[in-house]
């Protein structure tokens, strides 16, 4: 497996690269492990760990610090202190991806196999293929970017104050889905509707006639 850890000085970004096997170990500013990957803040400088391929084990995103999920396969996944995720591909299976301590979670592609929670940090949800649930926990937010979105209530837990969502839409990147949402008293779902692929580039085309009309005028 190809991690590629870029250390952020001024402008220019200080790159190593580096193949990790189990049990091994990347260390520059900050350490990255083979099962309980953990990536963590050395210095003062965050930095951010990018997986393109291969495999990882249980990761931990902490410090302040991002990564970057392109290609490949981890099983799960916990970001906390503040940290970034972003997903654009690859897939997960094993215990779910988890958002805490204010970090953030924006899946915009990628293959989830188990829940994904929001517990006192956000996730974002623009598109991905999803095999089971969401929920938000404490003060977790996840909010939902799409076109036709509608969340119907189905239950409610008066002993864990939570209340139990089917949604229903189309995501941001054109997937239709229906999906169970849980969401506690102090957490929030947030949905968001967003122009269709579509309709966005013909607002790309429109907006320069228009523009052009009126300074003609």
């Known amino acids: 497996m190809r991690l590629l850890l870029a250390i952020g000085v001024l402008l220019v970004p200080h790159q190593l690269y580096a193949d990790i096997f189990d049990s091994a170990a990347v260390l520059g500013n900050g350490f990255v492990a083979m099962y309980e990957s953990r990536i963590v803040e050395s ?15 249980n990761v931990f995103v902490e410090g302040n610090n991002t990564f970057e999920i392109r290609s490949g396969n981890y099983t799960d996944l916990d970001a906390r ?17 988890r958002a805490y301590d204010h970090s953030t979670i ?12 929001a517990h006192d940090g956000t996730v974002n949800v623009h598109g991905g293929t999803f095999r089971q649930g969401f929920s938000a926990s404490g003060h977790g937010t996840l909010n939902f970017y799409g076109t036709e979105l509608l969340a119907t209530q189905v239950g409610y837990d008066d002993s864990i104050q ?17 999906y169970g949402v849980s969401v506690g008293a102090d957490a929030s779902m947030i949905l968001h509707t967003v122009p269709e692929p579509s309709t966005a580039l013909l607002l790309l085309i429109g907006l320069p006639l228009i523009w052009r009309r009126n300074c003609a005028a």
């Open 81 to 97: 202190d503040q940290s970034l995720v972003f997903s654009y591909g690859g897939s997960t299976f094993g215990d779910g991806v």
């Open 43 to 57: 210095t003062n400088s965050p930095f951010t760990v990018v997986l393109d391929g291969g495999f990882a084990g």
């Open 162 to 178: 939570t209340t139990e969502y089917h949604l229903t839409g189309r995501l941001a990147s054109g997937e239709p889905f229906l």
């Open 106 to 117: 924006t899946i915009f592609d990628g293959l989830f196999d188990e829940d994904v929670i």
